[in-house]
Nanobody
Framework: QVQLAESGGDLVQAGGSLRLSCAVS????????MGWYRQAPGKQRELVAL???????NYADSVKGRFTISRDNAKNAVYLQMNSLKPEDTAVYYC?????????WGQGTQVTVSS
């Protein structure tokens, strides 16, 4: 069974930085796209950043220039470096991984940015 374990969420002041990590276990198959979504209270889940196995990236307009996604294929891991955090970045962040056409999700990690 595929499992995704996230870490790195925390309470941080505006302007600060956090690094989220997500490790995928329970599979020997190639992981294609990986990335992060987030969901703030009362809002729909939105794509934050995505990275392909070949390291092509895609970002939400709201995080471009502030967030950087990366991955380590040898470790089946994906990371999200978040800089210049804003209160509107407050949300639960979920990592995902696409394996053989199936998307698996992590349990979420809370990021709270205080003003």
């Amino acid at each position: 069974q595929v499992q995704l374990a996230e870490s790195g969420g925390d309470l941080v002041q505006a302007g600060g930085s956090l690094r989220l990590s997500c490790a995928v276990s329970g599979t020997t198959f190639t992981i294609n796209n990986m990335g992060w979504y987030r969901q703030a209270p009362g809002k729909q889940r939105e794509l934050v950043a995505l990275i392909s196995r070949g390291y092509s990236t895609n970002y939400a307009d709201s995080v471009k220039g502030r967030f950087t996604i990366s991955r380590d294929n040898a470790k089946n891991a994906v990371y999200l470096q978040m800089n210049s955090l804003k209160p509107e970045d407050t949300a639960v962040y979920y990592c995902f991984a696409n394996i053989l056409g199936v998307t698996s999700w992590g349990q979420g990690t809370q990021v709270t940015v205080s003003s």
